[in-house]
């Protein structure tokens, strides 16, 4: 029979959000959204678009 470590494996250590994304060479971006109406749109140029054609819309 073999010998087996039975010991409780240590607790994990905390690690902060920046540490974990540094760590995996990860980057957190903040996006900006232009709304109209129930729209999302990420450039200004979609959300125009959207404005004009409701306009016409009426």
């Not at 054609?53 to 009426?58: L, M, P, S």
Request: proline share 2%; charged share 35%; with cysteine.
């Amino acid at each position: 029979m073999k010998n087996v470590d039975r010991k409780k494996p240590k607790k994990a250590e905390f690690i902060s959000e920046a540490e974990e994304m540094a760590a995996h060479g990860i980057t957190k971006m903040t996006i900006e959204y232009y709304c109209i109406g129930k729209y999302r749109y990420t450039n200004l140029e979609g959300a125009v678009a959207q404005a004009q054609r409701a306009a016409r819309e009426g």
